[in-house]
Antibody, heavy 117, light 106 residues
């Protein structure tokens, strides 16, 4: 059974950098793209970007200038950094696995990140 | 690609049929259209992939149809556990986008 376990700081100040990590258990890390998706409180889902085991990335153009995804295949982990935070970045951040060509079948439990001075 | 879901909210009773709509701003190959269910405090759960294929463990009261720009999710008989928010999602082209969601409430 695939499990995604995510962690990172939950309270940050404006202009700081968000850093989250997601560890994959029970499945090979290779052969898939791994995504970050966020959800502001009470609102819908926004895709942030994806990375594969080789470090190939795709980013949402709306966030591309502030986002960096990285991977550590030795630990079956991938990470998100989002810089220059504002209150608008307050959201629950999910990691997820892309299966096939278009679907997210396994998700982390989510991390609430609050940006406030 | 912008996905527009309707209605925003669906107020129904257990046992009733729910019909949810997802309209795309441009044509989406069925292969790249999925539906998710999300309950409060939980991550989304994949229900339907390829527009009409149920994911593992999804009851057959859930069905997906559609093609081109119009897609539908039907719940044939609502179970109390089905009251949740439903999202459609596409990845025919980057970036991945989600619809705004339809809340199915009692």
């Amino acid at each position: 059974q695939v499990q995604l376990h995510q962690w990172g700081a939950g309270l940050l100040k404006p202009s700081e950098t968000l850093s989250l990590t997601c560890a994959v258990y029970g499945e090979s890390f290779s052969g898939y793209y791994w995504s970050w998706i966020r959800q502001p409180p009470g609102l819908g889902l926004e895709w942030i970007g994806e990375i594969n085991h080789s470090g190939n990335t795709n980013y949402n153009p709306s966030l591309k200038s502030r986002v960096t995804l990285s991977v550590d295949i030795s630990k079956n982990q991938f990470s998100l950094k989002l810089t220059s935070l504002t209150a608008a970045d307050t959201a629950v951040y999910f990691c997820a696995r892309l299966v096939g060509v278009a679907n997210f079948d396994y998700w982390g439990r989510g991390t609430l990140v609050t940006v406030s001075s | 690609i912008v996905l527009t879901q309707s209605p925003d909210t669906l107020s129904l009773s257990p046992g009733e049929r729910a019909a949810l709509s997802c309209r795309a701003s441009q044509s989406v190959s069925s292969t790249y259209l999925a539906w998710y269910q999300q309950k409060p405090g939980q991550a989304p759960r994949l229900l339907i992939y390829g527009a009409s294929n149920r994911a593992n463990g999804i009851p057959d009261r859930f069905s997906g149809t559609g093609s081109g720009t119009d897609f539908n999710l039907t719940i044939s008989r609502l179970d109390p556990e089905d009251f949740a928010v439903y999202y459609c999602q596409q990845y025919v082209s980057s970036p991945v986008t989600f619809g705004g969601g339809t809340k199915v409430e009692i």
